[in-house]
């Protein structure tokens, strides 16, 4: 009879452990080394074993006295998401799936189920190809699943259709019940409870899900910090196959109409709009010798993003249509959604102490979140990294987007209508920063596991979909660096 698989751990393939005589242990992975702490003489030479398949259980027993410095060590290496999972029938055997973390701190769980539970697959997990491998994701999951055996491709695709463990066990080459622990703890599976919401998607759990289309919640978390292993921002993945694309389109072959010959009495002057357009640039670099002011704050803030008016539309549903409210603010946004929120990380402000804020726009003003020290640095060095710089902004605004508030009405196209209100809404802070001579920079990636963790709000509730930094722009010499 074959065994049920087992769960073993190892370094991931791109990792390397250096322990030094001092019991210092230095990971390397990717052109980077940091030191891990110092261990007991023995812990560097049980160390080496992580290079090799190690039982995943042996680090949730204390049978030894080094084993709480040994699983010191691994969770570790797992908060850094340097460490692999392996799935196979015996110590020596094949594996059957390799358990790739997409979080930092992703630890497997192994939750109880029984033969009576009915498992389906989540509407949010894909199978596709990755180079010669094929793999299972979910924008859900902490983790992704690399299928060895093609014949538990075969199984889960079963579970389009609600499955019983029982009937599930009796499939031919059934790999197991921890796998299919794993896949529900990663919510690349779930258990149903009830039936499902009068035809409506199954709610997995989270009625806020139900508002989610595939496409979004994916390209959301793929195009985000937080959620996944890939490597962000300008890596020039294609700079050796081919040639940059020239900055400035070439011309089509028709006929061209000159519109020059229309400016022939052109104004000496230009108007105050235009003005602001060819003076907006992005600074990086901020004076933090003269920061930015609580006065200047509350101008920029009230030029940019307050409510102005409230108002209800009743949808032409019939009598029990429901009423949908609305704002007016200064910037446009999709079908009158105004579903942005804005969130302040305020390193350094004069008249306003250090720490993380949400805008109150009806109110026009700033309501403290209280949130941990290391939490609040880490939000603003991330952004100082995004943009290239050793120091921190002075106020980093975090835009985010109450998903709900724009799927409701637009579903499949609903987070490329929060994108485009991203880009309006970026270009409104460039222009109030330039009117009141402050410096500014739009900032492409936010870490949105960070953010859930400092507000407590789930990813798919509300989340950032942009940043901004905000400051005194310094006096010495101009910005080099523009957009």
């Not at 393939?13 to 322990?19: G, R």
Request: hydrophobic fraction near 40%.
């Amino acid at each position: 009879m074959v065994g049920s698989p087992t769960l073993s751990v190892r370094l991931g393939s791109h990792v390397t452990l250096e322990p030094h005589a001092s019991g210092e242990i230095v990971v390397h992975v990717q052109g980077q080394s940091f030191s891990l702490g110092t261990f007991s003489t023995g812990i560097a030479d049980r160390a080496s074993e992580l290079g090799s398949s190690v039982p995943f259980s042996s680090f949730e027993a204390d049978d030894q006295p080094s084993d709480d410095e040994m699983h010191l060590l691994v969770r570790r290496l797992a908060m850094h998401g340097l460490l692999e999972y392996r799935l196979r029938r015996s110590p020596q055997g094949r594996d059957l799936v390799v358990i790739e973390p997409q979080v930092p701190d992703y630890w497997p769980r192994l939750p109880q189920l029984v033969d009576k539970d009915i498992l389906v697959l989540s509407r949010f997990a894909y199978m596709r190809r990755r180079g010669s491998d094929m793999v299972l994701e979910s924008p859900r999951a902490g983790a992704l699943f690399k299928i060895v055996d093609p014949k538990i491709a075969s199984l889960i695709a079963s579970l389009a259709e609600p499955q019983a463990v029982n009937s599930l066990r009796k499939q031919s080459g059934f790999p197991g019940i921890e796998l299919l622990a794993l896949m529900v703890d990663c919510q690349v599976a779930f258990k149903m409870r009830g039936q499902s919401d009068n035809g409506l998607r199954l709610v997995e759990g989270d009625d806020d899900l139900v508002l989610w289309d595939f496409h979004d919640l994916l390209f959301h978390t793929r195009s985000t910090e937080g959620r996944h292993a890939n490597p962000l921002g300008g890596v020039y993945r294609y700079a050796r196959r081919f040639p940059p694309q020239p900055a400035v389109r070439p011309r089509w072959p028709g006929k061209e109409f000159k519109l020059k010959r229309f400016l022939t009495k052109r104004q000496e002057t230009i108007s105050p709009v235009a003005t602001l357009l060819r003076q907006r640039h992005s600074t990086r670099v901020f004076d933090d010798q003269r920061p930015i002011t609580i006065d200047e704050l509350s101008r920029f803030l009230e030029g940019t993003a307050p409510v102005l008016s409230e108002g209800t539309n009743k949808l032409g549903f019939g009598n029990d249509g429901p009423a949908v409210g609305y704002t007016v603010r200064p910037y446009p946004s999709a079908g009158a959604s105004f579903e942005l929120e804005l969130y302040l990380a305020v390193d350094k402000c004069k008249g306003l102490r250090q720490g993380f804020y949400h805008y109150d726009a009806s109110e026009h003003g700033l309501v403290s979140i209280e949130v941990r020290n290391n939490q609040l640095e880490a939000m603003l060095m991330k952004g100082a990294f995004a943009m290239g710089v050793p120091s921190l902004p002075q106020i980093l605004i975090t835009m985010a987007a109450r998903f709900g508030r724009i799927s409701w009405k637009y579903s499949s196209i609903a987070y490329a209508l929060i994108l485009k209100d991203v880009g309006v809404l970026t270009q409104t802070l460039y222009l109030m920063a330039t009117e009141l001579g402050l410096g500014g920079c739009a900032i492409g990636i936010a870490n949105i596991d960070l953010f859930a963790r400092m507000t407590g709000l789930g990813i798919h509730v509300e989340g950032p979909v942009g940043q901004f930094a905000l400051g005194r722009e310094p006096q010495r010499e101009p910005n080099l660096h523009s957009a």
